[in-house]
Structures are given as C-alpha cells and as structure tokens.
C-alpha cells in the first residue's frame, strides 16, 4: 500500500499495518521529520498537530518531496495550529487509522455521502485556449482544499493538457485506461484508484485521471464509455471535475457512417451529463467573439439549468479603461448573461505555477486570479452552510 512516516501517537502504527501499509518510520520531532524523509522516502506523513513536530519547514521539506501530510488534531490549539500552516487533511483524536485510512482512499464527505452521488462539473470554452485547463485546475484545488474529495479529469480529445500542466507522467491515459475497463464492466473504485495519479499538496490533495498523449487516439473516448465512467467517478468522489474540448460540433452531421465513432463525443457527453456547467471565455475582443457565437451551441446542448459563465484573463490592455464593467456590458448586451464571474489575469502568477507544474493555490496564493476562482468554488459551487445562531448571554437575559 504506502509508505507511511508516523509523527504521532504510537498505537497508530500498529494501525496502520494492520491496514497493509509500512511504518518506515516513528519519529517525535520536526527536525527528525526533515531528517528522516530522505532516507526513509515515505509517500506520507501523519503528524501531530503540534510546532514541535509539525512546521512551515516540515512542510516546505514535504511539498518539495511531493509527500502527502495528514495532521492529527489532539485539541483546539492543535486545529488552529494546523489551520495557519493551511492544513485541511486532519483527523481529530482519539480517531484511530481508520479516520487516516479514509482521506487516504479519498473517502466521502458527509453531505455526498447522504445521496451517493458525487457532482459532476464540466468546464468548457471556445477554440483559443480562454483558460479552461487553468480553470479546471483551480477549481480542482480550491474543492480539495474545502476538504471534499476530487478528481479532475482530461477529456478533451484534441489537445488534453493536464498532466503536463500538473507536472505528472501521461505514458499511460488515465481516463482511456477507465473507458477501456467500462467496456470489460470491471470500472470500480479499486481499479480507479490504480490507475488515477495522485496530485499531492498540502492544501489539498485531489486524484488525476490524466488524458490522451497523442490526439490520434481519440477514438478509445466513445460515448458511452465516458458516460461510464464519469458514472464510476460520481460513486467515488465528492467532486468530477472535467477539462473538456472545445468544440461543439455534431459529427453525425458531417459523417458518412452513422455508427463511426465521434471525435467530439467525449465532450459532448462530459456537457449533457454534468450537473453544473462552467463556460469559460478570455475577456478580449477576439476571444469574446468567439464565446458569444459558441454559447448559443451551448445553450442548445446542455440540458442542466446550472450555467456558470467565466471570463478569464480580464486586463485593461486588452479591453480599455474599466475592463470590468466593459466586460459585463458586452456579455449582458449580447448574449444576455448578468451574472458572469470575472477572473483578473494574473500573468507572472500563471507562469510560475506552469513552470513548477503545480496549481495556482500553491504557487500565489494571493494571486487575483487565485482569489477569484476561490470565490467562485465558494460562491457558486459549495453548498452554503447556514451561519450557527449566535446564543444570548446571561448579561443579555
């Protein structure tokens, strides 16, 4: 299974080799963690909650390693304590490894546990590259950083980029490989989890069905294996978060072959079949065109009423004095749409999360860019908790 360092209370150790997995290591101090990651090369790190034995270095030394931490929180200090290092995978004492065991295989939340039934969100764009990846990336991060299990999927059958932009080896497609075990009726969790890749971070960790290495290979993404998996992924996860392709095109109507496969049927199926549909257009003159002529195939596509609209990469260089508010007067104006998220670009910020090949939320955590798609998962995607009634004092009585 794993390769587990254990900074916390012992009788987990016992625990987690009853569970398959291999203590390399029982250390009592953050110093001893640091020490102790090259030499024992754990895949995770389960820390008390403490400055003692878990700190911005501790971590530092992990996010380099791309080792996966899981703090145990004893009491309160312990939870602030891991709230300022901005650690959301945490168990709370006296849970034993079977509370670990469930953020390890990605374990569901109590609110998709109620119906058994994980969201699906596709995000789409028009031809251009308006940011859908990116998008798809950070919305992947900021749900796993709320503390819901992910996985992000590539279906774009002309140019899928998400293992490059996350740093990760597509030798091997995660979601082909998926469509290919729908086709054997032998998709299950198990199976999925051997073959996603694990996006490790400390902010949260979300799974990764990486997708094709050459767009030749387009025709193992048929309907109705997609359709199967993304079923697959609704019963594993919280969250299916989808980077689909751009085009929207029927090729029924352009084929000879009514039962040849389609090349747009992945993303077709990925838009008919999501719960909640983010549309993603860049805030210039060209690519507002291009999504304004696109939406109206959207709207005509998609049967779910939850349409987000995004403009991305918002700049005055492009767009002139007042960027937002031209913005907003261009989508409402001519495509009727009021209640658009704008997305600020953030271009130095962007460089720097793809040349490290990790996510926004890790690399500028203040980025506007980051900030804005932060709000949108929270906004418009998290189901909205209900604030707790504030109870009267004695004073007050």
């Given at each position: 299974?794993?390769?587990?360092l254990?900074a916390?209370?012992?009788?987990?150790?016992?625990?987690?080799?009853?569970?398959?997995?291999?203590?390399?290591?029982?250390?009592s101090?953050?110093?001893?963690?640091?020490?102790?990651?090259?030499?024992?090369?754990?895949?995770?790190?389960?820390?008390?909650?403490?400055?003692?034995?878990?700190?911005?270095?501790?971590?530092?030394?992990?996010?380099?390693r791309?080792?996966?931490?899981?703090?145990?929180?004893?009491?309160?200090a312990?939870?602030?304590?891991a709230?300022?290092?901005?650690?959301?995978?945490?168990?709370?004492?006296?849970?034993?490894?079977?509370?670990?065991e469930?953020?390890?295989?990605?374990?569901?939340s109590?609110?998709?546990?109620?119906?058994?039934?994980?969201?699906?969100?596709?995000?789409?764009?028009?031809?251009?590259?308006p940011g859908?990846t990116?998008?798809?990336?950070g919305?992947?991060?900021?749900?796993?950083?709320?503390g819901?299990?992910?996985?992000?999927?590539?279906?774009?059958?002309?140019?899928?980029?998400?293992?490059?932009?996350?740093?990760l080896l597509?030798?091997?497609?995660?979601?082909?490989?998926?469509?290919?075990?729908?086709?054997?009726?032998?998709?299950?969790?198990?199976?999925l989890?051997?073959?996603?890749q694990?996006?490790?971070?400390?902010h949260g960790?979300?799974w990764?069905?990486?997708?094709?290495?050459?767009?030749?290979?387009w025709?193992?993404?048929p309907?109705?294996?997609?359709?199967?998996?993304?079923?697959?992924?609704?019963?594993?996860?919280d969250?299916?978060?989808?980077?689909?392709?751009?085009?929207?095109?029927?090729?029924?109507?352009?084929?000879?072959?009514?039962?040849?496969?389609?090349r747009?049927?992945?993303?077709?199926?990925?838009?008919?079949?999501?719960?909640?549909?983010?549309?993603?257009?860049?805030?210039?003159?060209?690519g507002?065109?291009?999504?304004?002529?696109?939406?109206?195939?959207?709207?005509?596509l998609?049967?779910?009423p939850?349409?987000?609209?995004?403009?991305?990469?918002?700049?005055?260089?492009?767009?002139?004095?007042?960027?937002?508010?031209?913005?907003?007067?261009?989508?409402?104006?001519?495509?009727?749409?009021?209640?658009?998220?704008l997305v600020?670009h953030d271009q130095?910020?962007?460089?720097?999360?793809l040349?490290?090949?990790?996510?926004?939320?890790?690399?500028?955590?203040?980025?506007?860019?980051?900030?804005?798609?932060q709000?949108?998962?929270?906004?418009?995607i998290l189901?909205?908790?209900?604030?707790l009634?504030?109870?009267?004092?004695?004073?007050?009585?």
């Amino acid at each position: 299974m794993a390769r587990v360092l254990l900074a916390a209370r012992a009788h987990l150790a016992g625990e987690a080799s009853g569970y398959g997995h291999e203590v390399v290591s029982r250390v009592s101090s953050s110093a001893d963690v640091i020490g102790s990651l090259d030499t024992a090369s754990p895949e995770i790190v389960v820390a008390a909650s403490d400055p003692a034995v878990l700190s911005s270095g501790v971590l530092a030394a992990c996010d380099v390693r791309g080792i996966r931490v899981i703090a145990m929180l004893a009491d309160e200090a312990g939870r602030s304590h891991a709230a300022t290092l901005g650690i959301h995978e945490t168990v709370a004492e006296p849970a034993g490894w079977a509370e670990v065991e469930r953020l390890l295989t990605g374990g569901r939340s109590p609110a998709a546990a109620a119906n058994g039934r994980g969201t699906v969100i596709a995000v789409w764009g028009p031809a251009g590259s308006p940011g859908r990846t990116t998008l798809a990336m950070g919305m992947a991060a900021e749900l796993a950083s709320a503390g819901h299990s992910v996985v992000l999927g590539d279906v774009d059958t002309h140019a899928a980029s998400l293992a490059p932009s996350l740093g990760l080896l597509d030798e091997a497609p995660g979601f082909a490989a998926a469509c290919r075990l729908v086709g054997s009726n032998s998709l299950d969790q198990l199976e999925l989890e051997r073959i996603a890749q694990r996006y490790s971070s400390p902010h949260g960790s979300f799974w990764v069905l990486t997708g094709l290495g050459r767009p030749a290979r387009w025709p193992e993404l048929p309907a109705d294996r997609v359709l199967g998996t993304i079923a697959a992924c609704r019963s594993w996860v919280d969250y299916v978060v989808l980077d689909t392709g751009f085009s929207l095109e029927n090729d029924e109507e352009i084929s000879s072959d009514l039962f040849a496969p389609r090349r747009n049927a992945a993303t077709l199926a990925a838009l008919r079949d999501a719960d909640v549909v983010v549309a993603v257009g860049a805030a210039d003159p060209v690519g507002l065109s291009r999504f304004l002529r696109s939406h109206v195939d959207l709207l005509e596509l998609v049967t779910t009423p939850r349409i987000i609209v995004v403009a991305n990469k918002v700049r005055a260089a492009a767009i002139g004095l007042n960027p937002t508010g031209q913005v907003q007067q261009t989508l409402a104006r001519f495509g009727g749409i009021e209640d658009a998220v704008l997305v600020p670009h953030d271009q130095a910020a962007l460089d720097a999360a793809l040349l490290s090949g990790r996510t926004l939320a890790e690399v500028a955590a203040k980025s506007p860019a980051r900030l804005a798609i932060q709000e949108l998962v929270r906004q418009r995607i998290l189901p909205v908790v209900a604030p707790l009634k504030k109870r009267r004092g004695m004073l007050a009585r």
